[in-house]
C-alpha cells in the first residue's frame, strides 16, 4: 500500500495578498536540501515579504527520490494566478517535472508554470528574491537563469 503524501504545510506560504506574486517551487531529490534551499532563498530577502516559496523534496515516504504528488500539491499551493516557477536540483526532477506539465498527465498544473534553467542553490535565491519584488514570471525565470553566469573565481 502507498505511502500517504504529506501535503506541504500550511504555514510555510503567505496568503495571497492585494498584490499577488509568482509563486515557487523547490524540487530537489532529497527533503532537506530542498527545505534547506528555500529557508536559505527565503533569508536572502531580508526584511521584506517572502513570495510563495515551497520546498517539494524526496519520495512521498522520505526517501531520495522525487515525487510527482508532492511537487503538484506545492505548485497548486503556491499558485497566486501570476504563474509559478519550479527550480530542479537534476535528473529525474525535471524529468518528473516536465511530465508534469506535459499534456498527458491527469494533475493540472497551474498555468504558467515553468521550469527554471539554473543551478539549483544560487539559482533559488534569484527567483525567490525576485518573485519576493514583485517581478513577473519573465523576470523571475530570466533571474535564475542568469544564475549560471555567475563566475565564483
Known amino acids: 500500500m ?13 496568503a495571497p495578498e492585494a498584490d499577488p ?10 527533503r532537506e536540501v530542498a527545505e534547506a534551499t528555500a529557508e536559505l ?15 517539494a523534496g524526496g519520495t512521498d515516504d522520505g526517501r531520495i527520490g522525487t515525487s510527482a504528488e508532492l511537487i503538484h500539491a506545492a505548485a497548486l499551493k503556491v499558485d497566486q494566478g501570476r504563474g ?4 530542479c536540483d537534476m535528473g ?8 508534469l506539465l506535459g499534456d498527458g ?17 544560487e539559482g533559488a535565491v534569484g527567483v525567490v528574491v525576485t518573485a519576493s519584488v ?3 514570471l ?5 533571474a535564475g537563469e542568469d544564475a549560471r553566469n555567475y563566475r565564483k573565481g
Not at 105 to 121: S, W
Open 2 to 14: 502507498a505511502a500517504a503524501v504529506e501535503q506541504p504545510a500550511e504555514a510555510e506560504v503567505p
Open 21 to 30: 506574486r509568482v509563486g515557487v517551487v523547490l524540487v530537489s531529490h532529497s
Open 41 to 55: 532563498a527565503k533569508a536572502m530577502v531580508g526584511s521584506g515579504d517572502v513570495a510563495p516559496v515551497l520546498a
Open 84 to 87: 509559478v516557477a519550479v527550480l
Open 92 to 99: 529525474s526532477a525535471v524529468l518528473t517535472v516536465q511530465a
Open 105 to 121: 498527465d491527469e494533475r493540472a498544473m497551474p498555468a504558467d508554470t515553468r521550469i527554471v534553467d539554473a543551478p539549483f542553490v
Open 134 to 136: 514583485g517581478g513577473d
Open 138 to 142: 519573465a523576470m523571475v525565470l530570466a
